[in-house]
Structure formats: structure tokens, C-alpha cells
DNA sequence: ATATCGATTATCT
DNA sequence: GATAATCGATATG
């Protein structure tokens, strides 16, 4: 069986044309999804906020390139880039054409597709234990999802006819907090990093702000 | 639980 | 030529 998300709507794009915070509070709990057979979901309990050419922390600091030109266009769009010659990472475009936010994925909790994610891990699953290894992680969610810079790059993230987008079920997410931006060197403390403080899948450390 | 380190390559200086 | 929005393995408390 499928798994067809019969119960799960596609954000708007009026949903990513906010500033890069606001984008990353509510988007804590709502669904990714992965077309297929299996259908995969996983709901988003991690992210991170860049906030465009003038946070040094992110890839638009330093003006637009053919890499991240993608978040220099309209909101709602996949920016996937490669990093330390191992991993993608997935982010979506905020705010609005000409102006660079975006939020990084970090941690999803996995809802179908299991043993798919598992096979696309090259891990096998024993026990509950081992879901966090799934989707715990940029890297990780990304290498679970299948997703790779040449094949979703620039992918519309509000079509559910595009294979890959984010759909919203209406869970209300609990105990949203914050915590400083993981893996990075500059403007290393401001806390840009947003979690849902219960869930066992957060990548990193639980210790919040705030 | 926290710390350190090697792997491996696209991208930029 | 240096760096990087990471991971997995290993070591130590």
C-alpha cells in the first residue's frame, strides 16, 4: 500500500513569503513529503533560520551565485546544496524574489515509508532505537528522502504534483524552542535554530534558550 | 554524555 | 589551495 496522504494539504506560497523566522516557527510540525511507492512522510521537528546576504552564516552572504541562486528567487522552492563532500542538506526559499532567507531542514520524525528510508540509509531497523538514525540529521533526512542537488534543486515545494513538497495535517506543534545554529563559524550564537523541545528526533543538542 | 577526527568534493578566493 | 549549514567511528568520563 501507497500510503497515499489523502489527509495532508500543501502549504501556500503566501506560507513561505514571511521572513525566514517566522517561516521556521510555523513550519516546525508540518509534513514533508516524498511521491512514490513508497509514499514517504516525515513531520519536521528541526530547523534552522539564515536570513539572506546579511547574515554571515549564509550562503547568500556573499551575493548571488549560480549555487545559491535559487534563494534569490521567489519563495516555496527546494535550495539543495552539497557539503563536505558527503551530504546534502535541504532548504526552502523565504521571504520574496531578490532577498535570500531560507530554513534549513535538520531533524524529521518518520511517519510512512520506513523501511524505504532505512533501504535508501543502507541501515536495517531492529528496534524502535533505530528510527532516529533515519531522518536525525541534514544529512541523513536528505540521504532517506532520496534528495540530491541535481534531481530537486529548484523544486517547487508547494505542488504536490512535484514529487517533493511540504503539506501541513493539522497538527498543532507543542513546545516550539531555541537554541544557536549548529556546524557553523559565524554569527555562531544568535538562536536561529528551532525545535520541538519533546521529540526524540532532534539531530544535536536540547538545551534551549530563551 | 561530550570530544575529536577522518572522509571527500563543490565552490569560492 | 582552503573551506565547509555533516556523519560515523572511536575514545574517554
Not at 513529503?33 to 549564509?58: F, N, S
Not at 516555496?76 to 546534502?88: E, K, M, Q, S
Not at 534549513?104 to 543502507?122: D, I, S, W
Request: aromatic share 10%.
Amino acid at each position: 500500500m501507497p500510503d497515499p496522504p489523502s489527509n495532508i494539504r500543501p502549504l501556500p506560497r503566501a506560507f513561505f513569503a514571511r521572513g525566514a523566522r517566522r517561516v521556521a516557527r510555523d513550519i516546525l510540525g508540518k509534513i514533508l513529503v516524498r511521491e512514490g511507492t513508497p509514499c514517504l512522510t516525515a513531520r519536521i521537528v528541526e530547523v534552522e533560520a539564515y536570513l539572506g546576504d546579511k547574515d554571515p552564516a549564509a550562503h547568500a552572504y556573499s551575493g548571488q551565485t549560480l549555487r545559491n541562486a535559487v534563494l534569490f528567487g521567489p519563495p516555496g522552492y527546494a535550495y539543495v546544496y552539497f557539503i563536505y563532500g558527503n551530504h546534502y542538506c535541504l532548504n526552502v526559499s523565504c521571504e520574496r524574489e531578490g532577498r535570500a532567507g531560507c530554513v534549513l531542514f535538520r531533524a524529521l520524525e518518520p511517519l510512512t515509508g520506513l523501511e524505504a528510508m532505512a533501504h535508501a540509509r543502507g541501515i536495517t531497523l531492529h528496534s524502535a532505537k533505530d528510527y532516529p538514525k533515519l531522518t536525525s540529521g541534514p544529512g541523513r533526512l536528505c540521504e532517506a528522502f532520496g534528495i540530491t542537488r541535481a534531481r530537486d534543486n529548484g523544486c517547487d515545494l508547494t505542488l504536490a504534483s512535484g514529487g517533493l513538497w511540504i503539506g501541513d495535517d493539522g497538527f498543532r506543534s507543542r513546545s516550539v524552542v531555541l537554541s544557536p545554529r549548529i556546524g557553523i563559524t559565524k554569527a555562531a550564537t544568535l538562536p536561529l535554530r528551532y525545535f520541538l523541545s519533546r521529540s526524540p528526533f532532534v539531530s544535536g543538542p536540547k538545551t534551549s534558550l530563551l
